[in-house]
Nanobody
């Protein structure tokens, strides 16, 4: 059974940083590209970032480009998302997903940006 468990969210002031983690199990992690999505209150699911199997190709949405970094540790079966210069618009539930679509994703970790 595929399991994706996100952690690292929390309450942070504007301009702050967070590092999200996603612990994966139940599949061969290194065989899959991985993604992050988010859903803000009252809005639809939004793609944030993706990374290929080897971790050497990364893409970001325009909304986080330049202030975020996706990475992975295939030895630890873990995906990461570093978020810097956080803004109130970044407030959302963040999900990691197996592959490049959100159909298989975890329960999410809440990021709240507020002063």
């Amino acid at each position: 059974e595929v399991q994706l468990v996100e952690s690292g969210g929390g309450l942070v002031q504007p301009g702050g940083s967070l590092r999200l983690s996603c612990a994966a199990s139940g599949f061969i992690f290194s065989s899959y590209g991985m993604s992050w999505f988010r859903q803000a209150p009252g809005k639809g699911l939004e793609w944030v970032s993706r990374i290929n199997r080897a971790g050497d190709t990364k893409q970001y949405s325009a909304s986080v480009e330049g202030r975020s970094a996706i990475s992975r540790d295939n030895a630890k079966n873990t995906l990461y998302l570093q978020l810097d210069s956080l803004q109130t618009d970044d407030t959302a539930m963040y999900y990691c997903a197996q592959g490049y679509d959100p159909s298989v994703r975890g329960q999410g970790t809440q990021v709240t940006v507020s002063s």
